[in-house]
C-alpha cells in the first residue's frame, strides 16, 4: 500500500509540478533560454519519461530553438564512489527538432553554450555528473540556416535516426541516418568517436545529396568553391580529429558539378572517383584516386576553354587558396581546348604528370604528353593534326585579361601529321623534335624548334615534296598583323621527290640546304634530278598562291628530249623532235605555272644530238654547237649537224615566239644559204631566202600555209639562176637521160608560183627564164628565152627562144594537165640556122657543107606518149652547099633543098622532098620513122641536064639512066641499103638526118626540162 502511495505521490505531485519546475529553472538558467516542460511521468518498466519540452531561443522567445515530443529514461545514481555520478543507461528522444544557425561570423546560435558549459559554476558543483550510456534518436528533425556563406545557406534535415553508445574504452559507437528535403537526400552513417583523441571516424552512404550545398560546410575556402553537384551516390570512410585534417576515402559520383577556382576559372561535369582519398584541414584540400568525368569543361579566363572526357589517376592533388597542384596520370579523350575564339586545339590527351599547377593565373604543367588524333585550328584555316608525344615537357600558361601568355618547352614526336599553314600549303609526315620551344603572347605566336622527319610530305596546290629533311624553324603567328605568319625554316635535305610543276613532271634525289620563308623558299645550292638529268639549282621561289620563280641551274648531262617538253608550246609550232645529251645553264624567272610568260635563259652546247621532224623523214644528226635561249629569241652559234650525209654550218636564231621569226644562214660543202621567216598560226611567211647550192643560186619570198599534214599551200616569188651543170643535182632521175647532152650555162628565171603543194596540176605558176649563152649536145644557144605559164590545170605557155647558128629557134608548146598523158600542142620554127657555122663546130664529115636551114612544124599529141604524135613540117635549105652528090655530074653542085612532111604513127612521111643543083634535082619520097628506120624512092629530074663531051669527059645520058633511076633506100639512116647509086641516098640521109635529130634533139631537150 505504502508502495502505491509514493509510487502515485512520484507520478502525480512530485514529478509534474515539484520536479518539473525543478528542472524548467535549471534549464534556463543553465541553457540561457526559456525551457518548458509538458510532463514528467515515472514508470516502472521506462522510469522517467519526459513530453513535449520546447527551448525557446534566446532573442526570440516566440521561436523555437530546440524540442521533442516524447523522451524516456532510466536513472541510475552511483553513490559509493568518491563522486556521486547519475547515469542513464539508455535516453530514448522521440520526434527531437532544432534550429541550428550559423552567423556571418560563423558563431552559431548555440555557441554561448559551448562557453556556458565550459566555464565552472556552483550550480555545476552541485549537480552531479551525468553519463548517457545510450542514445536513441527517433524520427529527428534539424532545421539549418547558414549565413556565413556567400549565399544564404538553409536545409531541412528530417527522418533522422540515430543509435549513439558510450563504451568502456571512452568511445563512441553510433549508426545513423537522415533525409535532406531540399534534394530528397538520404544519408546513412555508422562509426566510432574516441572521447580520449576526439577522433570520429564513420562509414558513409550518400544518395543523391546537394554537395554544392555542404561543401563549403566542411571547407570555408572562398578560392574553391561549388555553384552547382549532386553527390548521386557515395559509400566513403571519413576520419576527422579535432584539429586536426577531414579525411574522406571511398567511392562517389557528382553529377552536375561546378567548381569554381579562384574568381575566374569553373569546372563543370559529372565526376565518378574511385579510391579517392581527401583531406580538409586549415582550408588545404588534398585529395587522390582515380576520376572519370565524361564531358568535362574547365573554363579558364580570357574566354579559355578545356574540355573533354577526363579519366585521371591521381596520385596528389593539392587546392590550397587560389592554387591547384597535381601529379598523376591524365586521360583527356576528345579534347578541346579554345584559346580564343580563333585559335582552338583538339585531340585524345594521354598525361604523366610530374607536376600540374594552377595558380591564380598561371597553369604550369610538367612530364609528358600523349595526343592522339591532335588538331590544333588557328584563323583563316591554319592547322595542326597528328599524333602527338612529348617528353620532359614543361607548359606555362598565363592568364592574364589584359595579356595571355604560353610558353611551351618539350622534346616532341608527331606521327601522321597534316600541318595546313595557307589554304593549298600542307605539311604532312612524321615529325621529330628533341627541343621545342612554344610561346604565345598577345594573339601572337612563336615556335623555335630543330625537327627531324623520315617521311616529310609538303603540298602546295598540284605541287608535292616529299623527302627526309632536318629542319631548323622559327616561327611566329600575329592573328593582328599582316602577314599573319612569320616563320623562318632552314631544311637540309639528303633525298627528295618534288611532283607537280607544271612541264617537269617529277624532281627526285634531291640534296642540299633550303631555307623556307613566308612565301619564299631560297637555296644556295640544290643538287637534284630532273627529266633524267643531274641539275644544281640555286635562287628562290616567291609567292606560294601564284608561285614565282628566279632560279639558275646547271646540268652537265641534259637530256633534250626531257628539256624539249619545257618549250613544246614554242617547238610544236616548228613540228620538230630533239634528242641527245648537253651540258646546259639557266635561268628562269617568272611564274611557275607559266613558263611560257616566263624570262627564261638557257645556254646549252650540244655533243652529238638529233633534230628531226615530225615523221622523221628529216633528221639532223652528230648535231654539237651552242645554243642560246632567252625570252622570245632562240639562237645558235657555229651549230654543226648531218643531214643526209652533208656536214652543215648554222648560225641564227628565232626571235618573237608569240609571231616568230626564223633568221639562220646555212653552210656547207656546196651550198650557202640564208633565210628570214615568219612563223604564223600555221603558215609560214618567207621574208627572205636566198644562197648559193652548188653553182646555182636563188633568191625567194612568199608564204606556205598548212591545212593539215596532206594540204600546203604556197605562194611564192623570186628569181633563182640554175647552172645546168646542177642539173643531175636537182633532176637525179634525170641524170642517165641528159648525161650525153653534158649541158653547160645558166639560166636566170623570175616569176611567181601559186598552189597546194600536193596538187601540182591545180598550180598557178608564171616565170620568165633567160640565158646568155648556153651549151646542149655541144650545140651552142644565145640569148635563150624560156616563158612558163600554168593555170587553169593548163600549161599555157611553155616556150624557148634562142639564137643557134646564127639563125633562130623558137618553141611554142602548152599542155592540158588534166589528162594524165599531157596531151598538147607544139610549134617549132627553126629560121636562118647557118650549116656552115654548125659544120665548123660540130665537125661534120661533110667539109662543104652550107646554107641556111629552116624548119617548121606543128605537132600534137599526149607528151608523156610521144609515140601518138602527129602533125606537118616543112625543111628547108637556102643558098648553100650541099655537095657534088653525082661525081658524075661535075657541074651537078647541090645548093638547095626542101622537104614538106606528114607526121602520123610513129614516122615522117613526104612525097616532095628535093634537092636542086643547076643541072639536076633530085626528088625523093617515102618516110623516116622515129626509129631512124627510112624506105625512100629517089627519082632524078633530067630537065636541066646539059649533054656534052669533051676531051676529058665522054658522056653517056643512058648511064645515066642506068644507074640513078629508081633508087630504092631501106634500112636505117646509120645503115642504108639503097640500090643503085647512094650518093643520092646521103644527100637524103644527110638532109633528114638534119631534120629528124634536130627536132628530136630539141625535143628531148624541152622533155628533160619539163
Request: proline share 3%; hydrophobic share 35%; glycine share 6%.
Amino acid at each position: 500500500m505504502l508502495g502505491a502511495i509514493g509510487f502515485y505521490y512520484l507520478n502525480n505531485i512530485f514529478l509534474p509540478v515539484k520536479f518539473k519546475g525543478f528542472l524548467e529553472e535549471k534549464a534556463t538558467e543553465f541553457l540561457h533560454r526559456p525551457v518548458t516542460i509538458g510532463a514528467i511521468r515515472f514508470k516502472l518498466l521506462n522510469n522517467v519519461i519526459i513530453e513535449n519540452v520546447k527551448i525557446h531561443r534566446k532573442h526570440q522567445p516566440d521561436q523555437i530553438f530546440a524540442k521533442f515530443d516524447h523522451a524516456s529514461f532510466n536513472i541510475l545514481l552511483i553513490a559509493f564512489l568518491k563522486q556521486k555520478i547519475i547515469i542513464i543507461p539508455t535516453l530514448k528522444i522521440n520526434a527531437p527538432y532544432i534550429y541550428a544557425l550559423r552567423k556571418q561570423d560563423t558563431t552559431w546560435n548555440f555557441s554561448d553554450l559551448q562557453e556556458t558549459h565550459s566555464t565552472p559554476s556552483s550550480m555545476n558543483k552541485e549537480i552531479p555528473p551525468l553519463i548517457i550510456k545510450q542514445l536513441i534518436i527517433k524520427n529527428g528533425n534539424v532545421e539549418y540556416t547558414d549565413f556565413s556563406q556567400m549565399k544564404e545557406f538553409f536545409e531541412s534535415f528530417k527522418s533522422i535516426n540515430a543509435d549513439i553508445t558510450l563504451n568502456l574504452n571512452k568511445t563512441v559507437q553510433f549508426e545513423g541516418s537522415a533525409h535532406a528535403v531540399h534534394r530528397n537526400s538520404s544519408f546513412i552513417a555508422n562509426g566510432y568517436y574516441d572521447i580520449s583523441t576526439q577522433k570520429i571516424i564513420s562509414k558513409m552512404s550518400l544518395t543523391n545529396v546537394y554537395f554544392a550545398r555542404y561543401f563549403s560546410l566542411f571547407y570555408p575556402n572562398p578560392s574553391i568553391r561549388f555553384s552547382d553537384g549532386i553527390i548521386a551516390s557515395a559509400k566513403i570512410n571519413l576520419s576527422h580529429q579535432r584539429q586536426g585534417p577531414l579525411q574522406i576515402k571511398g567511392n562517389f559520383i557528382l553529377n552536375d558539378t561546378h567548381a569554381i577556382i579562384g574568381d575566374n576559372k569553373h569546372l563543370t561535369g559529372n565526376i565518378t572517383a574511385n579510391n579517392a582519398v581527401i583531406s580538409l584541414h586549415n582550408k588545404i584540400l588534398k585529395a587522390s584516386g582515380s576520376i572519370n568525368i565524361p564531358s568535362a569543361k574547365l573554363l579558364l579566363p580570357n574566354q579559355t576553354i578545356l574540355q573533354g572526357d577526363l579519366n585521371a589517376d591521381i596520385t596528389s592533388l593539392v587546392i590550397k587558396d587560389n592554387t591547384v597542384s597535381s601529379e598523376g596520370k591524365i586521360h583527356l579523350k576528345h579534347a578541346l581546348l579554345e584559346i580564343d575564339k580563333n585559335t582552338h586545339f583538339e585531340g585524345n590527351i594521354t598525361s604523366q604528370l610530374d607536376a600540374l599547377h594552377i595558380a591564380e593565373n598561371t597553369l604550369t604543367i610538367k612530364g609528358g604528353l600523349s595526343v592522339d588524333k591532335t588538331l590544333l585550328k588557328l584563323a583563316s584555316g591554319q592547322s595542326i593534326e597528328g599524333q602527338l608525344t612529348t617528353t620532359a615537357t614543361q607548359f606555362t600558361y598565363h592568364f592574364n585579361e589584359q595579356s595571355p601568355s604560353m610558353n611551351l618547352k618539350t622534346a616532341l614526336t608527331l606521327n601522321e601529321t597534316e600541318i595546313i599553314l595557307d589554304k593549298g600549303f600542307i605539311i604532312q609526315g612524321d615529325l621529330n623534335s628533341s627541343e621545342l620551344n612554344l610561346t604565345s603572347e598577345k594573339n601572337k605566336w612563336n615556335l623555335n624548334s630543330q625537327i627531324k622527319s623520315e617521311n616529310l610530305n609538303i603540298s602546295l596546290k598540284e605541287k608535292n615534296f616529299q623527302g627526309h629533311p632536318e629542319i631548323k624553324i622559327t616561327y611566329q603567328y600575329t592573328s593582328d598583323d599582316k602577314p599573319k605568319h612569320n616563320y623562318t625554316a632552314t631544311a637540309i635535305l639528303t633525298t627528295g621527290t618534288l611532283t607537280g610543276i607544271p612541264s617537269l613532271n617529277e624532281i627526285h634525289e634531291i640534296e642540299g640546304k633550303i631555307t623556307l620563308k613566308p612565301d619564299e623558299i631560297h637555296t644556295e645550292e640544290l643538287n637534284l634530278i630532273s627529266q633524267e638529268a643531274h641539275l644544281k639549282l640555286s635562287g628562290n621561289l616567291n609567292n606560294f598562291a601564284e608561285p614565282t620563280l628566279d632560279l639558275n641551274v646547271s646540268s652537265d648531262n641534259l637530256d633534250l628530249t626531257h628539256m624539249a617538253k619545257l618549250f613544246s608550246n614554242h617547238l610544236d609550232k616548228f613540228n620538230i623532235n630533239i634528242s641527245g645529251i648537253a651540258t646546259a645553264q639557266g635561268h628562269y624567272k617568272g611564274l611557275a605555272l607559266t613558263p611560257q610568260d616566263a624570262d627564261i635563259t638557257v645556254t646549252a652546247q650540244l655533243n652529238n644530238a638529233t633534230i628531226s621532224d615530225e615523221k622523221g623523214a628529216h633528221t639532223v644528226n652528230y648535231l654539237s654547237g651552242d645554243l642560246h635561249y632567252s625570252k622570245d629569241l632562240l639562237s645558235w652559234k657555229n651549230l654543226i649537224g648531218t643531214y643526209r650525209d652533208k656536214s652543215y654550218t648554222l648560225n641564227g636564231h628565232v626571235e618573237n615566239f608569240s609571231r616568230p621569226a626564223l633568221i639562220t644562214d646555212v653552210s656547207s660543202e656546196d651550198l650557202a644559204f640564208s633565210s628570214k621567216i615568219k612563223l604564223l598560226h600555221s603558215a609560214i611567211r618567207i621574208l627572205e631566202a636566198k644562197g648559193n647550192y652548188a653553182h646555182s643560186s636563188f633568191d625567194l619570198k612568199g608564204d606556205m600555209h598548212f591545212k593539215g599534214s596532206e594540204h600546203t599551200e604556197f605562194d611564192l616569188r623570186g628569181l633563182v639562176v640554175f647552172d645546168l651543170k646542177d642539173m643531175p643535182t636537182f633532176f637525179p632521175n634525170l641524170k642517165n637521160k641528159v648525161a650525153h647532152l653534158n649541158p653547160i650555162g645558166q639560166l636566170s628565171a623570175e616569176g611567181l608560183a601559186k598552189g597546194t603543194l600536193q596538187d601540182w596540176h591545180n598550180w598557178q605558176m608564171t616565170f620568165d627564164a633567160r640565158s646568155a649563152q648556153m651549151t646542149i649536145g655541144k650545140i651552142p644557144f644565145y640569148d635563150i628565152l624560156f616563158q612558163f605559164e600554168q593555170n587553169d590545170q593548163n600549161i599555157n605557155k611553155l616556150n624557148v627562144s634562142s639564137h643557134i647558128y646564127d639563125g633562130e629557134i623558137n618553141i611554142n608548146t602548152s599542155f592540158d594537165l588534166r589528162d594524165k598523158d599531157l596531151p598538147g600542142r607544139m610549134q617549132l620554127n627553126i629560121a636562118g640556122l647557118d650549116l656552115e657555122l654548125y659544120r665548123k663546130e660540130q665537125k661534120i664529115k661533110n667539109r662543104h657543107l652550107a646554107g641556111k636551114l629552116n624548119i617548121h612544124a606543128n605537132l600534137k599529141g599526149p607528151v608523156l606518149q610521144h609515140n601518138e604524135l602527129h602533125g606537118t613540117a616543112s625543111v628547108s635549105i637556102t643558098d648553100g652547099f650541099l655537095g657534088q652528090l653525082i661525081p658524075q655530074l661535075d657541074k651537078a653542085y647541090f645548093t638547095s633543098a626542101t622537104g614538106d612532111f606528114t607526121i602520123r604513127n610513129k614516122k615522117l612521111f613526104t612525097k616532095n622532098t628535093r634537092a636542086y643543083s643547076q643541072t639536076m634535082d633530085l626528088k625523093a619520097e617515102g618516110w623516116i620513122g622515129f626509129d631512124k628506120t627510112i624506105d625512100f624512092m629517089i627519082y632524078p629530074d633530067y630537065s636541066k641536064l646539059e649533054f656534052a663531051q669533051t676531051d676529058k669527059l665522054k658522056f653517056d645520058p643512058s648511064f645515066l639512066l642506068k644507074e640513078v633511076i629508081n633508087i630504092k633506100c631501106t634500112g636505117t639512116i646509120n645503115k642504108r641499103n639503097c640500090r643503085g647509086d647512094t650518093s643520092p641516098g646521103k644527100v637524103i640521109g644527110q638532109t633528114t638526118d638534119i631534120l629528124k635529130e634536130g627536132i628530136k634533139g630539141i625535143g628531148g631537150i624541152l622533155e628533160d626540162l619539163f
